[in-house]
């Protein structure tokens, strides 16, 4: 039996950036006098939260910056005087606020990465701003492809299939996009026509007071008669932006699949690689172009299972 020392610690953090004097890419690293040491804003897991959550608020708490989220970063192991600890990490894009000086940080820095790297106090650190110094694929992205929430099965429901609605799993699943997804500043959010599409994204559109669109090209009819017609749409939403923000685009399993394996989506979860999952409420978070393309893959946002109880 493991003790209380051994169980994992979890964590979420962000390597924050924003763009300095001559577009120099800079990032903020934070001293705690606590530790009297420099590293990047993170903190502990609340009981009930994802990691991506964690980040987001901690972020907020420890630097007062108002960021959008971008691409998942990498994750760092170690073991502290606690015990093990796991700390998730995303790129975030500074959008606004200024620092104010608070319980757990009285410096924040701005600093080109090289310079960052520098100055913070432990490894880890350094491998997270390595991370964010890629150029590979973007760090922003500019679409968010969610698959409609549980909608209960096509045989258990007498009217026609188009009017299928979600499922109380599938309500669930929808007020936690909302809850999530606001991360990533959405501008517009978008459906297929199918209810059940509708109603996945309705609780994130009322949140944000955005107007709920329908885009009939991507539903499974409208992709099945014009599959073409629905992969231009989605590369004009993957074009790169001057400001953050996504568009959030709610579609079916029937054409989920072929648009990513039409961006040169390969998933190494599945059989030999190719086909890429979208299981009911999962999200695909995207941007920049076939070849450098930031693609990552959110099967839901379940509360952490190490987080506390």
Known sequence: MSSLADRVQPAAGGAVWRRGAGGVLETAVVHR????DWSLPKGKLDRGEHPLQAAVREVGEETGLTVAVGRRGVQTRYVHRHGPKRVDYWTMQHVAGEFVVNDEVDELRWLPVSAASELVTHPHDAAVLADL????????????????????????????????????????????????????????????????????????????A???????????????????????????????????????????????PSVLMALGVRYPGTAGALWPPSAKGSVWVLGGRPGALLADYYRDFPADPDAPA
């Not at 006098?33 to 009297?36: E, M, R, S, V």
């Not at 009819?221 to 790169?240: K, M, R, T």
Request: aromatic residues 4%; proline residues 11%.
């Open 33 to 36: 006098p606590k530790y009297d």
């Open 210 to 256: 955005v107007p709920l669109g329908t885009v009939p090209e991507l539903g499974e009819d409208g992709f099945g008669d014009d599959p073409q017609a629905g992969i231009d749409l989605v590369e004009s939403w993957l074009e790169p932006r001057a400001e953050p923000g996504v568009t959030v685009v709610c579609s079916q399993g029937g054409a989920i």
């Open 133 to 208: 110094a890629r150029s590979d694929v973007p760090r922003t992205p500019t679409l968010l492809l969610v698959r409609h929430a549980s909608a209960g099965e096509r045989a258990d429901f007498a009217g026609p299939d188009a009017a299928r609605p979600l499922d109380g799993r599938g309500r669930a699943q929808a007020r936690r996009l909302a809850q999530v997804l606001t991360a990533f500043a959405p501008t517009e959010v978008l459906a297929a026509p199918p209810v059940r599409c509708q109603q996945t994204v309705t609780p994130l559109a009322e949140q944000l």
